[in-house]
């Protein structure tokens, strides 16, 4: 068992960025719950963590993320809706990996407008 820690952003903007963490052998039950459902992950690389989202947020019409969309640097092709969570690159065997203070300290950066 190995806890991971992350950054959950909000889609709400009055809404601070909170720390959560959840133990690796629930990963997939856990990200579910922080994103409201399936996920996706998308690597966000100047920053050397992944986001986690809703991979049917779109579908169903979740409201934008613009913190996170911000972020991700992805504006003006796309935008990240519902809540986001975000996580250290994952290791050699894939696995998600805590994201370290000097990440969070850069997405939260990154996530102003």
């Known amino acids: 068992m190995t ?3 992350a950054l959950l952003i ?3 903007p009055q809404q601070p960025m909170r720390r959560v963490s ?3 052998n629930d990963g997939l039950e856990a990200i579910q719950a ?3 459902g399936p996920f996706q992950a998308l690597p966000v690389r100047h920053l050397g963590c992944d986001f986690f989202l809703n991979e049917e947020g779109k579908l169903y019409g979740g409201a934008p993320n613009l913190r996170a969309t911000l972020a991700a640097r992805i504006l003006p092709h796309d935008v990240l809706v519902g809540d986001v969570l975000a996580v250290g690159a994952p290791d050699a065997e894939g696995e998600s990996t ?3 203070a000097e990440q969070e300290a850069r997405v939260i950066e990154s996530a102003r407008a």
């Open 34 to 36: 922080h994103v409201g």
């Open 10 to 12: 909000p889609v709400d």
């Open 98 to 100: 805590s994201l370290t």
């Open 22 to 24: 959840f133990d690796s």
């Open 3 to 5: 806890a991971v820690s």
